[in-house]
């Protein structure tokens, strides 16, 4: 496998997404992006107040148009709204990719969760029921977060990728 090729990080929100992304992004050389920064940038506000606004829906077709302009560019590191594997134009072009699948307890969720203004009503079992399935379908590799730092995901995804862990002077 090549780190030319794009990386999606993909979990419910508290698992880490972005945190063990950017550790990913920077061993490769490769550009990161993800869902809450491409909202501000493009949408002028971050999920919850868009979905306020503008309703669920347009939020999902927003976070999938992220993802899909993600992949159609040259590689990099997308860390990936949990929405988006809803979508199946963006769960076929994630076929591409290689897609890491953050994930741990719905108890470890809720309390990372507890303490974001995110989404104060988060539930991680509904969440889970309604994706769960995807994300299996989707993934490349399962890394349980409660109990892996985000250093041991970047290198457990560079190993599965035939690439050598980052040296740690």
Known sequence: MSKNKPVV???LMGAGKTTSG??????????????????????GATSAP?????????????????????LAGEPKVIAAAASVLENAEVRAAMRKAFVVW???DDAVLAERMRTSKHRPDYDPREMRARREAYFREAADLICDVGMLTPEQVRDAVLRKMGLPDVDRD
């Open 9 to 11: 990080m993909i979990g």
């Open 22 to 43: 950017v550790l990913i992004a920077e061993a490769l050389g490769l550009p990161f992006t993800d869902s809450d920064r491409y909202l501000q940038d493009k949408h």
């Open 50 to 70: 868009i979905a306020a606004r503008e309703g669920k829906e347009a939020l999902h077709r927003y976070e999938a148009e992220h993802v899909l302009e993600s």
């Open 102 to 104: 953050v994930d741990a």
